[in-house]
């Protein structure tokens, strides 16, 4: 079996056919080079789309995930966008990725057969929820990540929350008073409510963080907040962000305020015993 990868004419870069498509392993793919790898690098210019394997549409690659064929023909997610050779663009959704399975997108993209691996749309779930991991830890070694209850209500208060974390095994009252807040804020500033990541449990936030649980975080407003949300967008695509099983879900999924009024809602100060447990 020829070794070239060969890939649909979407313009996507060119990179020497002949490296080895382990790029994944390489320390230019860690997280903490995501701030230089943005799609939109050069400031002031519009990022050319590419075109979707699935619909056959162009997008934005910032809402795609970039596939890689190795030599011997196996599809290869490319998470960190740092595999070398001509790449294939897909939409990055569940519903895409299995209908280009069933069609045979894969293989007509890369004019040749390939293997799609078993389970490819969970593991790409999984490479992206390490990525969105891998940056919240980054955020903390940067100083830009928040933990604790009161932290993070401080934080919503002073309207700098741009991204904003609760453990998928939290409670709810501890969750929904900062929730009260951050919404207050929003409508009094007239802007959204910020992303709420809440598909990680308190054990998996706490092992990037440092402890053994954390239930409520937040990330500052700003570059970082930024690139975190790109990711969360994608990863939305593959995982509930929001758990069903959430009794306060359809409050959670509010994403801009009732701005109908400008007026404060008065926030009751409360005591230890009202957090809920979470830390």
């Keep these: 079996m020829s070794t070239q990868t060969n890939i649909n ?74 595999l070398p050779g001509r790449g294939a663009w897909i939409d990055a959704t569940r519903a895409s990725v299995d209908k280009a399975i069933k069609t045979g997108a894969f293989s007509r993209a890369a004019k040749r057969k390939v293997i799609v691996p078993d389970n490819f749309a969970d593991t790409i779930e999984a490479g992206l929820s390490a990525r969105v991991l891998g940056l919240l830890g980054m955020a903390k070694r940067a100083g830009q990540l928040e933990s604790g209850f009161e932290n993070v209500r401080s934080c919503a208060r002073s309207g700098e929350i741009g991204v904003r974390i609760e453990a998928s095994d939290g409670q709810p009252d ?62 939305a695509g593959f995982r509930e962000l929001i758990p069903n099983e959430w009794p306060d879900r359809e409050h959670e999924n509010e994403k801009t305020p009732d701005i109908a009024s400008k007026t404060r809602p008065e926030i009751e100060p409360e005591t230890s015993s009202d957090i809920g447990g979470g830390i």
């Design 9 to 82: 004419p979407d313009g996507d870069s060119r990179i020497p056919e002949s490296e080895s498509l382990g790029a994944e392993n390489s320390p230019n793919n860690s997280p903490d080079n995501v701030l230089a790898d943005e799609p939109h690098a050069r400031r002031g210019h519009k990022p050319r789309e590419r075109k979707d394997i699935a619909s056959g549409e162009l997008r934005d690659p910032a809402d795609m995930l970039r596939l890689g064929f190795s030599p011997d023909g196996l599809v290869v997610a490319d998470i960190y966008g740092k």
């Design 174 to 235: 501890g969750r929904s008073k900062i929730r009260v807040v951050v919404k207050a804020i929003a409508k009094e500033l007239e802007v959204p409510m910020p992303t709420l990541i809440g598909c990680f449990d308190s054990t998996e936030l706490g092992q990037v963080i440092g402890r053994d649980n954390i239930v409520h975080a937040c990330v500052h407003k700003g570059k970082m907040a930024k690139a975190i949300t790109r990711e969360i967008d994608r990863l």
